[in-house]
């Protein structure tokens, strides 16, 4: 039965202010490193003369540091997500201060990229989708969608600041950059406004009592192991796994990428790529709310393939925005698949703990793309081979979303 209009105004008349906030913390958030670190990579080969495969190799190292996040996700069960969210801001913050310091030892980099990425999974929707989840159920694709977003706007807004930072004074200065926005911005809306619906009174009435009744809360919280061990939940690892590779290897090398096809404003078109994923996000998360979101994932991820081959130089020039569109689009869509699935099929008492382990598989994806993308363009001097290997591994996952199940009965 589809909910009322009247449903779901509701649903955003208690809950738009918890998103505002958690779009905020998105903006500022690890996902911004994320947008912005291919604008590092030029400026660090000429600072210390690291080669591209050195630095895409630390920052994939930091990432392999998400291993904290199903530890991470489950304080956020156990402890509430302000707490550690508050955390992960403060540890990131530090972090970007302790690379502005850099005197050009890689060793120097490596460490402090570990830590980053043991503390990023807490700036993420791991903690921000937490707490969205638990004031929507009827437009929940659209509000996760809306947080998602805030990762694109901060690119957009803040990219354009970074760049001429590190044009300014060197690596550091966008470093700087990315811990002062951290703090000034991030943290005191998270201290200040991020909060858990804690009653389940409010926004769903009786029928969230009826969804999720007191005395069968613990008996669904015990149970999450058994979710992990289902068919669902490999899916869905298989297909966020080998989205991100493709997505991660194209954006942290996205200036280069650019520059190599004989572009001279890169900006221009990552604050395009930034714009095609925050339509992306808020779309397909609209989309989700109601179409098959298998089948719309599956749609998306097949335009990232053809995003991917666009980009090779045998492709027309002109073809490059276009290519840029999809891969934004597919990037978009990788956060909303991930938030909306395990929403739609976990349940909220086991969200972080389950969001933490699939976003663990993610990374992992994200690793090798970065990875792959940095050393195949060391080996070939090209970024042909690696676009060819990212469209040929999403492949997979298009198949991975169309045999999941619609939904699983939390029961």
């Given at each position: 039965m589809n909910p009322s209009p009247s449903t779901k105004r509701l649903e955003w008349r208690q809950g738009w202010s918890v998103v505002a906030v958690a779009t905020v913390a998105m903006a500022t958030g690890a996902g911004l490193y994320h947008y912005v670190s291919s604008l590092f990579v030029i400026p660090l080969e000429t600072e210390f003369g690291w080669s591209r495969g050195d630095i895409a190799s630390a920052a994939a190292f930091g990432m392999m540091g998400t291993f904290s996040a199903p530890v991470i996700g489950?304080?956020?069960?156990?402890?509430?997500?302000?707490?550690?969210?508050?955390?992960?801001?403060?540890?990131?913050?530090?972090?970007?201060?302790?690379?502005?310091?850099?005197?050009?030892?890689?060793?120097?980099?490596?460490?402090?990229?570990?830590?980053?990425?043991?503390?990023?999974?807490?700036?993420?929707?791991?903690?921000?989708?937490?707490?969205?989840?638990?004031?929507?159920?009827?437009?929940?694709?659209?509000?996760?969608?809306?947080?998602?977003?805030?990762?694109?706007?901060?690119a957009m807004l803040f990219s354009p600041l970074i760049r001429t930072m590190i044009e300014l004074y060197g690596s550091s200065g966008g470093y700087i950059t990315l811990a002062a926005l951290m703090l000034g911005l991030g943290l005191p809306f998270v201290a200040f406004g991020l909060r858990e619906r804690t009653s389940l009174d409010g926004v769903h009435g009786s029928q969230a009592a009826e969804t999720d009744p007191p005395d069968r809360v613990q008996q669904i919280s015990s149970r999450w192991l058994h979710h992990l061990r289902g068919s669902t939940f490999w899916r869905l690892a298989v297909a966020i796994f080998v989205v991100n590779a493709p997505a991660a290897g194209i954006l942290t090398q996205f200036e280069p990428i650019i520059l190599e096809r004989g572009d001279t404003d890169p900006t221009f078109l990552l604050m395009v790529f930034a714009l095609a994923v925050l339509i992306g996000r808020i779309g397909i998360g609209g989309l989700f709310d109601r179409f098959d979101a298998r089948r719309v994932a599956t749609i998306v991820t097949a335009g990232g393939i053809v995003g991917s081959l666009l980009l090779t130089s045998s492709a027309p020039v002109s073809m490059v925005l276009p290519a840029v569109i999809l891969i934004g689009l597919l990037q978009g869509a990788e956060t909303d698949v991930l938030a909306y699935f395990v929403a739609r099929h976990y349940a909220r008492t086991s969200f972080g703990t389950v969001y933490g382990m699939l976003f663990t598989i993610s990374m992992l994806g994200t690793a090798m793309g970065v990875i792959g993308f940095g050393h195949l363009f060391d080996r070939y001097q090209s970024y042909d081979a690696a676009l060819i290997a990212a469209a040929v591994v999403l492949v997979p996952a298009c198949f991975a979303y169309l045999s999941m199940p619609r939904r699983v009965a939390l029961s």
């Open positions: 489950r304080l956020a069960d156990r402890i509430g997500a302000r707490r550690v969210g508050i955390a992960s801001i403060l540890t990131m913050a530090l972090c970007f201060l302790a690379l502005a310091a850099m005197n050009g030892t890689y060793w120097h980099f490596l460490a402090v990229a570990a830590v980053l990425g043991l503390a990023a999974p807490g700036c993420t929707t791991l903690i921000y989708g937490r707490v969205v989840n638990s004031w929507f159920e009827h437009g929940k694709g659209l509000a996760l969608g809306v947080t998602a977003g805030g990762l694109s706007i901060g």
